[in-house]
């Protein structure tokens, strides 16, 4: 089984910024891609940034120049770099990827349980 623990929101000003972290574990044998999502209140989850199989990165345009993905793969790690975050970035993100099971080999869609980034003076 393969968990995803997100860390690292919280309150910050407009303008501010915040890095979120996301750490894989469990018995992996191999994760294809990441993915960061947010989810407005009563709204779906949308893209935010992600790591394709193919290493390319794309953003939501409403984040480019101010969002930045990146991974440690020795660490299992992704992170998501917030920079002039704005009160419209107030959201609840999720971190996902899809990984291989070391154990049984199989390939699944995981999730994180969400961090909650508030942006408020």
């Known amino acids: 089984q393969v968990q995803l623990v997100e860390s690292g929101g919280g309150l910050v000003q407009p303008g501010g910024s915040l890095r979120l972290s996301c750490v894989a574990s469990?018995?992996?044998?191999?994760?294809?891609?990441w993915s960061w999502y947010r989810q407005f209140p009563d709204k779906e989850r949308e893209l935010v940034a992600e790591?394709?199989?193919?290493?390319?990165?794309n953003y939501a345009n409403s984040v480019k120049g101010r969002f930045a993905i990146s991974r440690d793969i020795d660490k299992s790690t992704v992170y998501l770099q917030m920079n002039s975050l704005k009160r419209e970035d107030t959201a609840v993100y999720y971190c996902?990827?899809?990984?291989?099971?070391?154990?049984?080999?199989?390939?699944?869609?995981?999730w994180g349980q969400g961090t909650q980034v508030t942006v408020s003076s």
């Open positions: 469990g018995t992996i044998f191999m994760i294809k891609d």
């Open positions: 996902h990827a899809t990984a291989q099971s070391g154990a049984t080999m199989d390939w699944g869609d995981y």
């Open positions: 790591f394709t199989g193919d290493a390319i990165i």
